[in-house]
């Protein structure tokens, strides 16, 4: 018996082969990771850990030797360079061939590079990995003043951090406002007022054309208009591209990134997929996505693991996610993908409201400021397909719960 | 270091002795003993590190806070009134002791 082997120690690596397990399965498993650590939580590498409130080995999702303990062979620093379908069997880095009975691609994500001149001076950092952050952190150290990149989720919160550190933070946009990929103008707004209250420059539209340096090293950001912002420290933080060349080379199906069923089963039946790098007729989404998310990597680890034990469970999960930033938590459920209506329940100014979206009366997705029962609540209506009016919504005294019976 | 017993819902118990800071989230984790997830990196985001609190112990703990309180809304298993999410526990001296029992599902 071959057994399986899982292509990636990220999240939806490490949490299919921990509920392979737990499913029962008693075949061999392999997890094999380009990064050089054991798997571990990336959530706290933009918030905890940069800010010195947990260490490495409390990034762990297990110790080392667990991993042995239940017969998973992790390899860490091994890349799989080829999959070969036909024979079953998978290349690693030096060389050596590995039998497969099935293959698992957690492959993940690519950090998407700035494409201008200078990107690749020191003192340009992106943030994904572990690495990464010790490099940014060493940076951070001497750097006078930060840039950020991009401002998402990743950029916002770098930006924040290094901003409770002490440092003077330009955060840079594209677009005309920020995250303007993921979220709703109410919650850019806010987000955009947060930092500007601590000390955040924000500049969106911005069109950076080039990295200036000395010796090197990064000094300054130039933007098209002329506008040139210094800068001993720059994180970009502009978007991940789907990791799908194993999956393209091997003949696999791909739809922006690697295309599953709601088992995740690729084009091969013996070939899964999970996390970041699979796309997949969500059904609550009712049309095929790709997210990028913890929650979704977890649980397509799960149904993964579920369906090669011979347990198998559609997915079916309602999406969720979370940001912090400062003090402020940041929680979000469903989609809002074509939402022509938008509720606020509570007061912008107060700190604590949330956003319930609507899609042609019907509730679909909610962000919440620190204001965890709006989350906890619209999140359950949401997985019971319940839905308030727009004007109960509206109505604070309306309690969500009173529709969950 | 202090003493923390968790007990699976098999009814399976493992002492362990626990860095003072860490939360019981991490001291599960850590340690290899099942029942506990803990997916947002312990960042009270997720409640897959649901714990049942031994009543002698309860009121040495602090109150959870706003968003634990909500949070505990998502368990998998049933909210009782000594449930508290591991993450947001911390460990010290002065829980030297502690017992906590694991749900039956975490997600």
């Given at each position: 018996m071959a057994g399986?082997?899982?292509?990636?120690?990220?999240?939806?690596?490490?949490?299919?082969?921990?509920?392979?397990?737990?499913?029962?399965?008693d075949g061999p498993i392999a997890i094999i990771g380009e990064e050089p650590h054991a798997p571990y939580q990336r959530p706290p590498l933009s918030k905890a850990y940069l800010l010195g409130e947990t260490d490495r080995e409390r990034l762990k999702f297990r110790p080392e030797a667990i991993y042995a303990?239940?017969?998973?062979?992790?390899?860490?620093?091994?890349?799989?360079?080829?999959?070969?379908?036909?024979?079953?069997c998978v290349t690693l880095s030096g060389g050596e061939r590995l039998a497969y009975d099935h293959l698992v691609l957690a492959t993940g994500a690519r950090v998407r590079r700035l494409p201008v001149p200078g990107a690749d001076l020191a003192g340009v950092h992106v943030l994904k990995t572990l690495d990464d952050v010790d490099a940014i952190e060493a940076d951070l150290a001497t750097a006078e003043r930060v840039c950020v990149i991009g401002a998402g989720f990743i950029g916002l919160e770098f930006a924040a951090v290094a901003r409770k550190l002490g440092k003077p933070v330009t955060v840079l946009e594209a677009a005309p406002r920020v995250m303007g990929r993921v979220a709703a103008p109410e919650l850019?707004?806010?987000?955009?007022?947060?930092?500007?209250?601590?000390?955040?420059?924000?500049?969106?539209?911005?069109?950076?054309?080039?990295?200036?340096?000395?010796?090197g090293r990064v000094t300054a950001v130039a933007c098209a208009d002329g506008q040139v912002f210094d800068a001993g420290l720059v994180v970009t933080g502009i978007g991940v591209?789907?990791?799908?060349?194993?999956?393209?080379?091997?003949g696999l199906e791909c739809d922006n990134g690697i295309a599953v069923d709601g088992f995740c089963r690729t084009s091969d039946p013996d070939i899964f997929a999970a996390g970041d790098c699979?796309?997949?007729?969500?059904?609550?989404?009712?049309?095929?996505?790709?997210?990028?998310?913890?929650?979704?990597?977890?649980?397509?680890g799960r149904i993964a693991a579920a369906a090669i034990a011979g347990n198998p469970r559609l997915y079916d999960s309602v999406p969720w996610f979370w940001s912090d930033q400062y003090d402020v938590k940041l929680q979000m459920a469903g989609l809002m993908d074509g939402c022509d209506e938008?509720?606020?329940?509570?007061?912008?100014?107060?700190?604590?409201?949330?956003?319930?979206?609507?899609?042609?009366?019907?509730?679909?997705?909610?962000d919440a400021i620190s204001k965890p029962a709006d989350y906890v609540q619209g999140r359950k209506l949401l997985e019971a397909g319940l839905s308030p009016t727009a004007e109960q919504a509206r109505d604070t005294d309306f309690k969500l719960k009173d529709l969950l019976g | 270091m202090p003493k923390v017993t968790y007990i699976e819902h098999n009814g399976t118990e493992h002492e362990i002795d626990l860095p003072d800071g860490w939360t019981?989230?991490?001291?599960?984790?850590?340690?290899?003993?099942?029942?506990?997830?803990?997916?947002?990196?312990?960042?009270?985001?997720?409640?897959?590190?649901?714990?049942?609190?031994?009543?002698?112990?309860?009121?040495?703990?602090?109150?959870?806070?706003?968003?634990?309180?909500?949070?505990?809304?998502?368990?998998?298993?049933?909210?009782?009134?000594?449930?508290?999410?591991?993450?947001?526990?911390?460990?010290t001296d002065a829980l030297d002791g502690i017992v906590v029992r694991m749900p039956e599902a975490q997600s």
């Open positions: 399986v082997v899982i292509v990636g120690g990220g999240q939806a690596g490490f949490q299919t082969a921990d509920s392979l397990r737990q499913e029962g399965y303990e239940r017969r998973i062979d992790l390899r860490t620093g091994v890349r799989v360079e080829a999959v070969d379908p036909a024979s079953k850019s707004e806010f987000f955009t007022g947060l930092h500007r209250a601590h000390g955040v420059e924000i500049v969106c539209d911005a069109a950076v054309s080039e990295l200036r340096g000395e010796g591209i789907p990791d799908i060349a194993l999956a393209e080379a091997a699979a796309s997949f007729e969500h059904p609550f989404a009712g049309k095929r996505i790709r997210l990028e998310s913890v929650q979704n990597a977890a649980d397509q938008t509720v606020v329940r509570g007061d912008p100014a107060g700190g604590k409201f949330s956003l319930l979206h609507f899609r042609q009366g019907v509730f679909r997705a909610v | 019981l989230m991490q001291g599960a984790t850590l340690n290899g003993i099942d029942g506990i997830e803990g997916e947002c990196g312990g960042s009270c985001g997720c409640a897959t590190c649901h714990v049942y609190v031994d009543e002698a112990f309860l009121s040495k703990l602090d109150a959870p806070s706003e968003n634990e309180e909500e949070m505990l809304e998502c368990t998998v298993s049933p909210r009782e009134s000594n449930s508290r999410l591991g993450c947001q526990i911390k460990v």
